[in-house]
């Protein structure tokens, strides 16, 4: 390189913005803006340069460099062979908890609850548009459906129909295809109409959808509604919004040993414990709503929630001591004083 060309002035554009530069070389270029060539990657006009060669690549006028680096962002890596993450439809997540959007105070503290509650997943239902006021506040002004998974459900459909119309709808208005399929039998107790759910779930899988399924526990329909096409089955622990807890461990335990798909506890919970009873049963996760809205602290309960399924969690994979009929103390009885 000649002197001259070592005092030539140039133009760049450096990650959308221009720069003048007197440096002969993406080398010299780093070292004058006090970048460590270590620690960055540079894109030339498109192609990456690589870093054992920074010093040699010649700058000239009109070049467009990008300069990036790393910072902090997404989740904490857990040490290698901890991570305990779940998948269902080829959707990978770490949060066990996944909580749903009706019946808080308003947008904002459904919003805040999410937060604390660190899930990655949020039901929502699916509803007309409110065409007399087009600019009120919407759920995706609060929760932002880019950075929490939008899990569209059929809440309120009592046929299979009504059910397949919606998720419809759903896909449409955003393209979702995994999504929560429930179909209720009548409105007192809210329990699945498993004729129609079964309906439902064989149409929406031949239709390409990925339908979480709210379900009796019962181990028998489960199955047919994996072999359906299920990509997770949602069985109820009580009724909807009851907060009675898993009213029946046995067929909960029985469905999660039968399904090779997740196993997720839909309905029914109504404090720590009871989430926590259901991570410990081997279940994949919890779903709830009611539980959070209404309590008296909806944020402090969305805390304790996340939790407790991660202490249920814990508790399963530790494999709880065995019941015994008798006591059995901690400390030997021989050689005492």
């Not at 239709?207 to 047919?224: E, L, N, R, S, T």
């Not at 539980?291 to 996340?306: F, L, Q, S, T, V």
Request: hydrophobic fraction near 45%; include cysteine.
């Amino acid at each position: 390189m000649s002197e001259t060309d070592t005092r030539t002035t140039r133009s760049l554009t450096v990650n959308g913005e221009v720069r003048r530069t007197g440096a002969p070389t993406l080398g010299a270029f780093l070292t004058e803006i006090e970048l460590d060539p270590a620690k960055v990657a540079v894109e030339r006009n498109g192609a990456i340069v690589e870093r054992s060669g920074l010093a040699d690549v010649a700058l000239h006028d009109g070049d467009t460099l990008e300069i990036v680096h790393f910072v902090g962002g997404g989740e904490a890596v857990p040490p290698a062979g901890q991570d305990d993450s779940w998948s269902v439809a080829g959707h990978t997540f770490r949060s066990r908890l996944i909580v749903g959007t009706g019946k808080y105070k308003d947008f904002a503290q459904n919003a805040a609850a999410l937060e604390a509650s660190g899930a990655e997943i949020v039901t929502v239902a699916v509803r007309r548009v409110n065409v007399s006021d087009p600019k009120a506040p919407m759920l995706t002004d609060f929760i932002d459906p880019k950075k929490v998974t939008y899990l569209p459900n059929t809440a309120g459909c009592f046929t299979a129909d009504e059910a397949i119309r919606t998720l419809r709808l759903a896909r449409e208005a955003g393209g979702w295809d995994l999504v929560k399929l429930e179909v209720l039998g009548e409105a007192k107790t809210l329990y699945p109409d498993m004729r129609e759910t079964l309906k439902a779930t064989e149409v929406l899988a031949r239709d390409g959808f990925h339908p979480m399924v709210y379900c009796a526990d019962d181990p028998i329909a489960a199955k047919q509604l994996e072999e359906a096409g299920a990509v997770a089955i949602m069985p109820l622990g009580a009724p909807i919004g009851s907060g009675l807890g898993i009213q029946n461990r046995v067929t909960i335990r029985l469905i999660v040993e039968g399904a090779s798909v997740p196993v997720l506890v839909d309905a029914g919970v109504g404090t720590a414990s009871d989430a926590a009873v259901g991570m410990e049963l081997g279940c994949d996760g919890i779903l709830m709503n009611t539980a959070i809205a209404e309590a008296k602290d909806p944020i402090r309960m969305a805390r304790a929630m996340k939790l407790a399924v991660e202490a249920g969690r814990e508790a399963y994979r530790a494999g709880r001591m065995a019941t015994r009929k008798y006591a059995d103390p901690s400390s030997p009885l021989a050689g005492l004083i």
